[in-house]
């Protein structure tokens, strides 16, 4: 096995979070385009990947020529891991991130996700035959630890480390909070204590403020930001403008915000095939008419309509308010 890849930390560090049903290709693209350090996919189970099962691959699909996407993996098997990461790396994936964070029923009751905190020397094993599998950086997104006795990130991450992980986020729950309360920023400053690597602060970080004051109390080295992205992907933009001093991104209003918003639509239904991307976009497009304050009766028309070339009629009056005014 040859010396894994040198690591560039991302630039700007500001990345995109893992996001089930959420951050597929479609929408990386898109934060892509508005500017961001790193986006990464969807959490992509392992075996069942390896084991070709439908609709599971396209979750790890990057496209030609893309190079900030890392391809997150679950799984509790160090052999289906390493097969996995094997095949996202040979497909083009700039990093392989593991999925320690994930607190859902479905993925912890299979002793992966967040479990994996509740049994690390079995998390061990598997980063390291992650990490053996593949010549691209490897890195780990976990939680502070599974409940307020159990605060091991610290730990985990010393031990991650140690197996060649090249960069740890933490999202500043524990597992049993779920999504509840606050992201504890400043608990995140004990695993930037613990180890070298660079450390990403996650959790309810929705601007350039909470941005600026996640880094602040937990000294870590960047921010990765999940659903203040919904229905603004221009945001890890804004924030790297802010914060880094990169080029601020142009975001778009009027006929340019309906233009994006049908061009995201398209590429989800070209992507996902008219039935499923239907279902899909209609997350995203509840987002965008969130932001644009769009009245009920238009919204409900856009979320339920099957048509898409009414749909996208529909989302120049919904998206733009000249349009609104006008109707
Ligand atoms: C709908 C949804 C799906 C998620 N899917 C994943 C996932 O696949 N992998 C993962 O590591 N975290 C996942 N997360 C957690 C996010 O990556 C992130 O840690 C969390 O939302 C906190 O960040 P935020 O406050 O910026 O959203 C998900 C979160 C949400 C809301």
């Not at 140690?162 to 309360?181: D, E, L, N, S």
């Amino acid at each position: 096995m040859t010396a894994p890849r040198i690591f560039t930390f991302p630039n700007p560090p500001v990345l995109l979070a893992p996001m089930a049903g959420i951050t597929d290709r479609p929408f990386r693209d898109l934060v892509r385009q508005f500017g961001a350090g790193l986006v990464v996919s969807e959490m992509v189970a392992s075996q069942e990947m390896v084991q070709a099962k439908p609709g599971v691959r396209e979750r790890a699909e990057i496209g030609a020529d893309v190079e900030n996407t890392a391809v997150q993996l679950a799984g509790r098997d160090a052999e289906w891991m390493a097969e996995a990461a094997r095949q996202v790396a040979d497909r083009g994936a700039a990093v392989i991130d593991i999925n320690m964070g994930c607190p859902a029923k479905k993925v912890t009751n299979g002793y992966s996700g967040s479990a994996l905190l509740k049994t690390p020397d079995h998390a061990l094993r598997l980063i390291e035959a992650v990490v053996a599998a593949v010549e691209v950086p490897v890195t780990l997104k976990t939680r502070l630890g599974w409940d307020e006795n159990l605060m091991n990130a610290p730990d985990v991450a010393r031990r991650a480390e140690a197996a060649g992980v090249r960069m740890i986020t933490i999202h500043g729950r524990t597992r049993c909070q779920f999504y509840k309360g606050q992201a504890d920023w400043a608990a995140i400053g004990a695993v930037k204590e613990a180890v070298d690597v660079p450390v990403v602060a996650n959790g309810d970080i929705v601007d350039a403020g909470t941005a600026a004051r996640a880094l602040e109390q937990s000294g870590a080295d960047g921010v990765m930001i999940g659903r203040g992205a919904q229905g603004q992907p221009w945001l890890l933009a804004q924030i790297a403008h802010a914060l880094w001093g990169h080029t601020a991104p142009e975001i778009p209003q009027g006929r340019a915000l309906v233009d994006m918003v049908c061009g995201h639509y398209e590429a989800m239904l070209g992507f996902y095939g008219a039935d499923l991307g239907l279902r899909v976009a209609r997350k995203h497009l509840g987002w965008y008419m969130d932001q644009a304050g769009t009245g009920a009766a238009l919204r409900r028309a856009v979320l339920t309509g099957r048509d898409p070339e009414a749909v996208l009629r529909l989302l120049a009056d919904a998206l733009d308010p000249q349009q609104q005014e006008a109707a």
